[in-house]
């Protein structure tokens, strides 16, 4: 009977420290609480797993068609314009340049690597791109009499345009070839985009890829 009585007056007393316990617990809706005897376990719930995309749900598609949608912009503002024939080709570039700067932003890569593989895949890209808009030439039908590839003759024309336009540099003399103008517009765009997208993507810095832009527009 002692015995008994003694466990009653334990119970007594356990509760108003349980319902404490819950009071202060119960307000927190991500957790759950058991109960066994005397000792209280709290356990946090498992976070629901959401079907949507996690590039959706933090607005970095809408972000890539905006900023894609700017610099296509320039691009066709720079074509409209009509200074010269072949401008068509920024479109492409952009496209290539944004694309590879947003792979490249959420790569583990750092910035020195960054700007090197721009370098060089922005002007294989962009040298690529030339070589559609070589019409027929004279100096092209002069390496396709020697068996040279038509790819590879266009390519060599650029070429020889381009170390023309550099000997004219260094001899302080004027240049108005249309190709390598169309190469360094090219180029500089490829270059804006593809900061654009690093600088967005990367560092969250979206102001720095819109007055880029608006500089150039």
Do not use: C, K
């Not at 949507?52 to 503002?77: D, H, N």
């Not at 314009?81 to 932003?105: E, Q, Y």
Request: no cysteine; net charge positive.
């Amino acid at each position: 009977m002692r015995q008994s009585t003694n466990f009653a007056q334990r119970r007594q007393t356990q509760r108003p420290a349980t319902a404490a316990v819950t009071g202060q617990i119960g307000s927190a809706p991500a957790r759950s609480l058991s109960t066994s005897g005397s000792r209280v376990t709290i356990a946090p719930e498992s976070h629901r797993a959401t079907d949507a995309p996690v590039f959706f749900q933090e607005g970095r598609i809408v972000t890539f068609l905006l900023l894609g949608l700017l610099y296509l912009l320039l691009a066709l503002s720079l074509d409209a314009a009509g200074w010269v024939s072949g401008m068509g080709l920024l479109v492409p570039v952009v496209l290539g340049a944004l694309t590879l700067g947003t792979l490249m932003a959420y790569s583990r890569f750092d910035g020195f690597f960054m700007l090197s593989h721009s370098l060089a895949t922005g002007l294989t890209w962009v040298f690529y791109l030339m070589i559609g808009t070589v019409g027929h030439e004279p100096r092209v039908a002069v390496f396709l009499d020697h068996g040279v590839p038509p790819l590879q003759a266009r390519a060599y024309f650029l070429l020889e345009r381009w170390l023309e336009w550099v000997q004219a540099a260094l001899n302080n003399n004027a240049s108005n070839d249309n190709y390598i103008f169309v190469l360094e517009i090219g180029f500089l765009v490829w270059w804006l985009a593809y900061l654009g997208a690093w600088t967005v993507f990367r560092h969250g810095y979206v102001w720095r890829g819109v007055v880029m832009a608006a500089v150039a527009l």
